[in-house]
């Protein structure tokens, strides 16, 4: 299983931006989809968004449609999380996942029985 390392978290305001990087220590990451997950306080952690490993399409929650943007630098084995327009409800550990296997559809992803591997998470904090 890949290793992967978030950075990026932070504080900030609400209306504020935050880009979250994971880097995986896999060499095979190239045939990885990957995604992001979150978990608040008192809450289950949920999908958030993901990347196919193929051609970039990309898969996200209602609630960050618009605001948030999933990207992957293979040749740098990174995924990012472009995250605009921050809300307080989006305060939460943010988790960078790959799935189990290879070649993985992402649309599959935001079930987390898929996941395989899992980031130690970042926090994300937006002030109102």
């Known amino acids: 299983q890949a290793q992967l390392v978030e950075s990026g978290g932070g504080l900030v305001q609400a209306g504020g931006s935050l880009r979250l990087s994971c880097a995986a220590t896999d060499h095979t990451f190239n045939f990885y989809s990957m995604g992001w997950f979150r978990q608040a306080p008192g809450k289950e952690r949920e999908f958030v968004a993901a990347?196919?490993?193929?051609?970039?399409?990309?898969h996200y929650r209602d609630s960050v449609k618009g605001r948030f943007t999933i990207s992957r630098d293979n040749p740098k084995n990174t995924v990012y999380l472009q995250m605009n327009s921050l809300k307080p409800e989006d305060t939460a550990v943010y988790y960078c996942a790959a799935p189990n296997q290879p070649y993985s559809d992402y649309r599959r992803m935001n079930d987390a029985t898929t996941i395989g591997s899992w980031g130690q998470g970042t926090q994300v904090t937006v002030s109102s």
């Open positions: 990347i196919s490993w193929i051609n970039g399409l990309t």
